[in-house]
């Protein structure tokens, strides 16, 4: 099994990137980056997100695992401290996995017969750089309304805990196979309307954003961020692809959530 190990700049993640790899070759496994079967990523989210979007190229073969170096995050299941019992699990790995659902984004542009194409863990939004941002919204291809606001964001089940959930969207299990739209800042009064609640999508339906203006836009792919311009349609959907974890041991998605959010369990007293 080949290994790589993807850490952030943080000077402790660095220190624990170095004792993991020296516990791997220690007990004789193989790391190597460019084609590994399993990435362990070491810091936080942020930085197995990072590692998702270097290596979605390899989604059909490759695994991934997260150490965190400060609490426990939605990705990353190990803490620094667990280095020894992590490796242990390397080594006996019979190749256990978990799979999420991922977002399928496709971008259409003005004189571009190709589309533009990305893969999301968490979400994508689009929003304005300047003045309110006008876009038609479609599902399976029917109009359904006209929003005016911030923008849109669109997010995958594990993405709802997210920017999604920061805007007023609902958080939904993974196991869902489905895609949430939430609005940004929509307008609503007597002239202008919008639905103003978050929907959640069908694994066999879509969602289309076409933009009344093509320049002038943000687009997010996670945590990656581009200006766009001459945008006809952007086209969100539940992507064939899944991202795998290794499953040497899991932890509960709504433990995630208590955790994060309440972290009444540890201090909770009967």
Same mark, same amino acid.
């Given at each position: 099994?080949?290994?790589?190990?993807?850490?952030?700049?943080?000077?402790?993640?660095?220190?624990?990137?170095?004792?993991?790899?020296?516990?791997?070759?220690?007990?004789?496994?193989?790391?190597?980056?460019?084609?590994?079967?399993?990435?362990?990523?070491?810091?936080?989210?942020?930085?197995?997100?990072?590692?998702?979007?270097?290596?979605?190229?390899?989604?059909?073969?490759?695994?991934?695992?997260?150490?965190?170096?400060?609490?426990?995050?939605?990705?990353?299941?190990?803490?620094?401290?667990?280095?020894?019992?992590?490796?242990?699990?390397?080594?006996?790995?019979?190749?256990?996995?978990?799979?999420?659902?991922?977002?399928?984004?496709?971008?259409?542009?003005?004189?571009?017969?190709?589309?533009?194409?990305?893969?999301?863990?968490?979400?994508?939004?689009?929003?304005?750089?300047?003045?309110?941002?006008?876009?038609?919204?479609?599902?399976?291809?029917?109009?359904?309304?006209?929003?005016?606001?911030?923008?849109?964001?669109?997010?995958?089940?594990?993405?709802?805990?997210?920017?999604?959930?920061?805007?007023?969207?609902?958080?939904?299990?993974?196991?869902?196979?489905?895609?949430?739209?939430? @609005?940004?800042?929509? %307008?609503?009064?007597?002239?202008?309307? &919008?639905? =103003?609640?978050?929907? !959640?999508? *069908?694994? /066999?339906?879509?969602?289309?954003?076409?933009?009344?203006? @093509?320049?002038?836009? %943000?687009?997010?792919?996670?945590?990656? &961020?581009? =200006?766009?311009?001459? !945008?006809? *349609?952007? /086209?969100?959907?539940?992507?064939?692809?899944?991202?795998?974890?290794?499953?040497?041991?899991?932890?509960?998605?709504?433990?995630?959530?208590?955790?994060?959010? !309440?972290? *009444?369990?540890?201090?909770?007293?009967?």
């Amino acid at each position: 099994m080949r290994i790589a190990i993807i850490h952030n700049h943080n000077q402790k993640s660095v220190a624990v990137a170095q004792e993991l790899r020296a516990l791997c070759l220690k007990n004789r496994l193989t790391l190597e980056e460019k084609n590994p079967d399993l990435v362990i990523t070491v810091g936080g989210d942020g930085t197995l997100l990072s590692a998702f979007h270097r290596y979605a190229h390899l989604l059909d073969q490759i695994r991934f695992v997260g150490v965190h170096t400060g609490h426990l995050g939605f990705y990353t299941d190990w803490r620094d401290f667990e280095l020894e019992e992590l490796v242990e699990s390397l080594v006996k790995d019979q190749g256990e996995s978990v799979s999420y659902p991922l977002l399928d984004v496709k971008v259409s542009y003005q004189n571009q017969v190709e589309e533009a194409h990305f893969f999301a863990l968490n979400e994508s939004t689009l929003k304005r750089i300047d003045g309110t941002m006008v876009c038609d919204v479609y599902i399976k291809d029917e109009w359904f309304e006209r929003f005016r606001g911030d923008g849109m964001c669109v997010s995958t089940p594990t993405g709802s805990t997210a920017y999604n959930k920061s805007v007023g969207g609902a958080v939904i299990h993974p196991r869902l196979e489905a895609i949430q739209l939430t @609005e940004i800042a929509s %307008i609503n009064n007597r002239v202008f309307r &919008t639905l =103003s609640s978050p929907m !959640i999508v *069908a694994p /066999n339906e879509w969602i289309q954003l076409r933009p009344a203006s @093509e320049d002038g836009f %943000i687009l997010t792919i996670d945590q990656l &961020t581009s =200006s766009e311009k001459n !945008i006809i *349609a952007i /086209n969100y959907r539940i992507a064939k692809e899944r991202i795998h974890f290794a499953r040497y041991r899991h932890t509960h998605f709504w433990s995630r959530v208590e955790d994060a959010f !309440i972290g *009444a369990k540890h201090s909770h007293e009967i």
